[in-house]
Nanobody, 118 residues
Framework: QVQLVESGGGLVQPGGSLRLSCAASGFTFTLYTMTWYRQTPGKERELVAVISSGGGTTSYTDSVKGRFTISRDNARYMVYLQMNSLKPEDTGVYFC???????????WGQGTQVTVSS
């Protein structure tokens, strides 16, 4: 059974930090590109950060560059998103995504809420 389980969300003040985690199981994690997305009410789901299957390549949406860091631990089937200097506009539900486009395989987690507010 494939599972992606996000954790680490919560309420934080502007300027604060959070570390999101995503635990993967039920598929060969090391073959998948991992991505964090976020969604706010009334808006489309937005790609936040991507990491390649081996972890050697990362990419970020412009609004989080220099503040967020994506990483993965292939031995533990985990992917992380370290979020620093958080802003109110970072508020949203953060989703973990696993994708292997060569075989048309994709999985989603249920999401974790991040709220940045004073």
């Amino acid at each position: 059974q494939v599972q992606l389980v996000e954790s680490g969300g919560g309420l934080v003040q502007p300027g604060g930090s959070l570390r999101l985690s995503c635990a993967a199981s039920g598929f060969t994690f090391t073959l998948y590109t991992m991505t964090w997305y976020r969604q706010t009410p009334g808006k489309e789901r937005e790609l936040v950060a991507v990491i390649s299957s081996g972890g050697g390549t990362t990419s970020y949406t412009d609004s989080v560059k220099g503040r967020f860091t994506i990483s993965r631990d292939n031995a533990r089937y985990m992917v992380y998103l370290q979020m620093n200097s958080l802003k109110p506009e970072d508020t949203g539900v953060y989703f973990c995504n696993a994708r292997r486009p060569t075989v048309g395989s994709e999985y989603w987690g249920q999401g974790t809420q991040v709220t940045v507010s004073s």
